[in-house]
């Protein structure tokens, strides 16, 4: 049996990049899959697509998250689609730059809804969902190695980021009585089409530090939620892991 044989899983942000990966991952082993998408519809499409090429389960899902009662509805209606939630993944978000000096409240507000308040509500309706049926569950959230250590122009980003690691640990607190279990992945830099022509200094220079000397793939941080997912971390609740090519040993001094 595959690690994820039986169960129904919902991916945020499924149309590309991380999404794409995690999706991806958790359908090679044996999830249903709901893929949510805000606008990348053909995208999120084509993912399904290649799902139900090997023989999985896929829907395509559409709903701005930064809507609490779309987030309930995209929970409600990936449940209804499976018969059941048994896994969550938070990966929905953005990342834009911007100094502090001149962000407006607006800016940062739509950073945090974006990547906090869309995580708060789905774990809610998910953790809700879950509970009703019994059985426990897996939350995921998508953090970043900016939860611990911030980047120039991304302080709305990386306090989001930060916030987000919190909530995982509370709400493993209150939801662990009922077998639901919350974590977070934190990856470093992951690698995607045009990043190294668009920034080949950041590209060089993280190559350079990181002790595995490559950036990361979206399938890496997928194997990282398909394993806190599965039953090999059924006592694993609370914890952020790191997959970030050991970038984060490095001495900052």
């Known amino acids: 049996m595959t690690l994820l044989e039986g169960q129904v899983a919902l991916v945020t942000g499924a149309g590309g990049g991380i999404g794409r990966g995690i999706a991806l991952r958790f359908a090679e082993e044996g999830a249903a899959v709901a893929l ?20 999985g389960r896929a829907v395509v899902l559409q709903g701005d998250l930064t809507d ?22 938070n990966n929905a978000g953005v990342q834009p730059v911007r100094e502090l000096t001149g962000m407006t409240a607006g800016e940062w507000r739509a950073v945090v809804d974006a990547n906090l308040s869309s995580v708060f509500a789905c774990t809610q309706a998910a953790a809700e969902v879950m509970r009703e049926r ?41 939801y662990g009585p009922y077998g639901i279990r919350v974590n977070t992945v934190s990856p470093g830099l992951i690698g995607r089409e045009g990043l190294a022509e668009a ?8 190559r350079q530090a990181a002790p595995l000397g490559r950036l990361g793939r979206p399938e890496d941080v997928g194997d990282a939620c398909v394993f806190l997912a599965s039953r090999l971390a059924s006592w694993v609740t609370g914890h952020d892991l790191l997959v970030d090519g050991g970038i984060s040993a490095r001495p900052t001094w």
């Open 36 to 55: 949510h998408c805000r606008t990348a519809v053909a995208a999120a499409r084509e993912v399904a697509d290649r799902i139900e090429e090997f023989g």
């Open 199 to 206: 920034w080949p200094d950041g590209v060089r220079r993280w």
């Open 134 to 174: 019994g059985g426990g569950g897996s939350v995921t959230h998508i953090a970043s190695i900016e939860g611990r250590q911030p980047a120039p122009g991304h302080a709305h980003y990386s306090a989001s980021k930060a916030a987000v690691v919190m909530h995982a640990r509370s709400a493993a607190l209150e």
């Open 68 to 89: 609490a009662r779309a987030c309930a509805r995209v929970v409600g209606e990936a449940a209804e689609w499976g018969g059941g939630l048994d896994a969550l993944v």
